[in-house]
């Protein structure tokens, strides 16, 4: 195990959280490790939102770019944020044990019955709080986990939505947050993955030790569901699967940008039999409404 593996990161605090998990684990395997942060164009391009900036892997380009040009060995990564097809020449070798995949409104004790104006980057949140409160008002909001925290306590918002996951891994969960049971989440939220060169067998071989394979099944299903329905197209997605007993439970989601229209599937399965079921469940949604919403959904961004 002499060789070194460089670990690439983007260098904000939750990233590199995740890449000292990841690091740590390999070193208790006996591996020897090194990190190596970057910049994002997703952590320097904060006055757009996400969408509006038309990158594929806006917070993973960068590295994999460094991957490719053999500057890293390895990405961690959140996996919500991993596009649903990987550059050519660069695998996915594991996806850690899941964390929560709740989302979460940071509130400043507000009445949520009244208008409300709440803050998040996300079209999903955004559609999905607006489907559920259409009194309130929904501005954008961009930047890292503790970035937006600071933001949200300058602004006179009553609210702002987070990823549970995120704000626990480096321990700001405030006290003053509410758990959001029925959003559906990202697919894949809560969950790290791991990706390396496909060529490279050492760093494969070494990062599959850190593979949780229920939630890899449960992420793959998800990330299935989603690349069926967008079709390279960002959209208010939420997909959710969970194993109970050797089945497969689902439920995924499609909205319109201004939450009035949802589309919904629930399915389950057995494990053994999950090939084409995340594709089956977004055909669901694309034969009842489905296509013409993302093709409104296209025409509106």
């Known amino acids: 195990m002499s060789k070194v593996i460089r670990i690439g990161t983007r260098d904000?605090?939750?990233?590199?959280?995740?890449?000292?998990?990841?690091?740590?684990?390999l070193e208790g395997l006996g591996y020897k490790t090194t990190l190596v942060p970057v910049k994002s164009t997703g952590d320097l391009v904060l006055d757009k939102p996400l969408y509006q900036l038309g990158?594929?892997?806006?917070?993973?380009?960068?590295?994999?770019?460094a991957m490719l040009n053999g500057s890293i060995d390895i990405a961690v990564?959140?996996?919500?944020?991993?596009?649903?097809?990987?550059?050519?020449?660069?695998?996915q070798t594991a996806v850690l044990e899941r964390a929560s995949s709740k989302d979460i409104l940071v509130t400043k004790n507000a009445d949520l019955t009244a208008p409300c104006t709440i803050a998040t980057g996300s079209l999903r949140r955004k559609a999905q709080w607006l489907h559920h409160y259409p009194h309130h008002q929904v501005v954008d909001l961009r930047g890292n986990v503790n970035t937006r925290?600071?933001?949200?306590?300058?602004?006179?918002?009553?609210?702002?939505?987070?990823?549970?996951a995120g704000l626990e891994r480096i321990d700001v969960l405030p006290t003053n947050?509410?758990?959001?049971?029925?959003?559906?989440p990202a697919p894949a939220q809560g969950a790290m993955v791991i990706v390396a060169l496909e060529k490279d067998s050492f760093c494969k071989e070494a990062t599959s030790k850190l593979n949780d394979r229920d939630s890899e099944v449960c992420t793959h299903v998800e990330r299935l569901f989603l690349r069926t329905l967008e079709g390279g197209c960002t959209a208010p997605i939420g997909a959710f699967a969970k194993i109970i007993d050797n089945r497969l439970y689902f439920k995924g989601v499609l909205f319109s940008i201004d939450g009035k229209t949802k589309l919904e599937v629930e399915e389950e399965a057995a494990i053994s039999n999950l090939n084409g079921f995340g594709e089956d469940c977004a055909n669901k949604i694309l034969e009842n409404g489905g296509r013409e919403l993302m093709k409104k959904i296209k025409d509106e961004l």
Do not use: C, R, Y
Request: proline share 3%; glycine share 4%; no cysteine.
């Open 149 to 164: 925290l600071q933001k949200l306590s300058e602004n006179n918002w009553q609210g702002a939505i987070f990823a549970k």
């Open 177 to 184: 947050h509410i758990t959001l049971d029925w959003m559906i």
């Open 55 to 65: 990158i594929t892997g806006i917070f993973t380009k960068t590295l994999d770019v």
């Open 77 to 91: 990564h959140s996996m919500k944020d991993v596009p649903t097809l990987l550059p050519n020449g660069i695998v």
């Open 12 to 25: 904000s605090q939750l990233a590199l959280w995740q890449a000292n998990t990841v690091k740590d684990k």
